[in-house]
């Protein structure tokens, strides 16, 4: 049975600023305000303000919970030190993806996010997997995330934080105060800009809202998940459900980097090692069309009329010089750079070329 | 609410358009662009096309969804505008001027009995 659509503690606050509302991972959400083309402008030359409080935050805490979770996924979690976040995918025995998820390891607790899609999924596979001195609780309802993105985010949020969050690493975070409130600040993101996620209490969330955009009108435009999607589809970041699935392997999503083979064990390692060995496998890559047509998920590749593959992301990319860039998932052959291929749109074969992602890096 | 320009004929699918003898310029309304959000792709029919009123003939695309345009007439194409098709965001910034689609020689004059004005056309985005 469908569950009701949530709110999430900012969801009056969207409303009055204008936001487009749709429906995601369960969620009311806003997909835009001004336009996903000026948010995502807004992100790559000044800040851009995002409610995340949709994804799931879970908290672990028991003297386990290291080598409890080092046996569940693909990176290594035991070796993070105190205050470092990590990015680590759940995975099943045939190596598929349960979740992609962060870690971030506080002084006396572990904060775990998951896609707001995969929350019930991940709550009921994480409980049924217990074990040891491992306490889970469910933060859902209680917490919020607010995203700050962009070049000029330090500028936005500085004052609002106790911490001296100039001296954050990138994948560092702090236990501080936010607008006075209890929170935790991390320097990690979606977009492929500097920026930062506050991890705060439900009901504070719309004092803090509202005081980053108190004053940075100019800087600060507040963002939706239209414009996020492009902007981490730029970066070369896998979405869950679209780069990576119960299917769709890390090593096939171009995330091997974060595949710990030297684990003694985890869930899906040995057939993850025997995909690596034989490396044989359809694996997802960037394409660029020629023409401005784009490319949506399911879209057919074909390679000299053969298919070839199938798109699993795509948009008009502005950092891009405005062209039509895809993700897909292609047979070894075509995932090599520079191999010419088309896009199968509405009958109609557009001509593409295969490149390495990411498509943007910051300068 | 800004009212619909003067002289328009519209379809219940969102498109308006201007005759002038037996030629008809159509486009899609304000409205349509507005919902559509920022739009980056149009697909047009090719000159010489023969259309059937409201039959879907070309797609209008933004960065998240992909819509049809719905001929409000039927007839043959007798030209498309390239500019919308080397830059659609024209469609947001001018959708009754610049940013029309193409125009028609009109098969049958009685079709247009089949849209409506301006302000029933209001009524119905009203009540959307």
Request: one cysteine or more; hydrophobic letters at 45%; glycine letters at 10%.
């Amino acid at each position: 049975m469908e569950e009701p659509l949530r709110r999430t503690a900012l969801f009056d606050v969207h409303r009055a600023l204008g936001a487009r509302i749709v429906p995601f991972g369960g969620f009311e959400m806003p997909v835009q305000y001004a336009g996903i083309l000026a948010e995502h402008d807004a992100v790559r030359k000044r800040a851009g303000l995002f409610d995340l409080s949709h994804m799931a935050q879970f908290e672990l805490r028991g003297a386990d919970v290291a080598a409890w979770a080092d046996a569940l996924t693909i990176n290594h979690v035991a070796t993070m030190k105190p205050l470092q976040a990590r990015y680590n995918v759940f995975t099943n025995d045939a190596g598929g993806a349960h979740d992609d998820v962060i870690f971030y390891r506080l002084p006396e607790r572990w904060l775990l996010i998951v896609n707001a899609g995969n929350a019930h999924k991940m709550w009921a596979y994480l409980q049924a997997q217990q074990q040891g001195d491992v306490q889970l609780t469910d933060l859902r309802g209680e917490t919020a995330l607010i995203a700050v993105q962009g070049p000029r985010s330090v500028e936005v949020l500085a004052p609002l934080v106790e911490a001296d969050i100039v001296a954050l690493k990138y994948y560092t975070c702090a236990e501080t105060k936010a607008g006075g409130i209890p929170a935790v600040v991390a320097r990690t993101g979606y977009t492929g800009e500097d920026g930062f996620e506050v991890f705060l209490p439900a009901e504070a969330a719309v004092g803090l809202w509202d005081a980053l955009l108190t004053g940075h009108h100019s800087v600060l435009a507040p963002c939706g998940l239209g414009a996020r999607d492009v902007l981490r589809l730029e970066a070369g970041m896998p979405l869950y459900g679209h780069e990576l699935t119960e299917e769709i392997t890390p090593l096939q999503a171009g995330i091997g980097w974060a595949v710990k083979f030297a684990k003694p064990s985890f869930t899906g390692k040995a057939a993850l090692a025997a995909q690596a060995v034989d490396d044989d496998y359809p694996r997802v890559a960037g394409l660029v069309l020629d023409g401005r047509v784009p490319a949506r998920a399911g879209y057919r590749v074909l390679r000299n009329g053969a298919v070839a593959g199938e798109i699993r992301s795509g948009s008009i990319a502005p950092s891009v010089g405005n062209k039509s860039i895809a993700t897909a998932l292609l047979e070894p052959a075509s995932a090599t750079a520079g191999t010419r291929l088309g896009v199968e749109v509405r009958g109609t074969e557009h001509p593409a070329t295969t490149v390495a992602l990411p498509f943007y890096k910051r300068g | 609410m800004v009212p619909q320009p003067a002289g328009l004929l519209f379809s219940k699918d969102h498109e308006w358009v201007k005759l002038d003898g037996d030629v008809a310029t159509i486009g899609i309304t304000d409205y349509a662009q507005h919902s559509l959000g920022d739009i980056v792709y149009v697909e047009l029919p090719r000159v010489g096309a023969t259309l059937q009123q409201f039959a879907g003939i070309g797609v209008v695309e933004s960065v998240k969804a992909v819509s049809d345009i719905y001929t409000p007439l039927g007839g043959e194409v007798l030209e498309i505008n390239p500019a919308v098709e080397s830059d659609a965001s024209l469609v947001n910034r001018e959708p009754f001027d610049g940013g029309w689609f193409y125009k028609l020689k009109l098969a049958d004059d009685g079709e247009k009995n089949n849209l409506m004005s301006g302000d029933d056309y209001d009524k119905l985005i009203a009540e959307a």
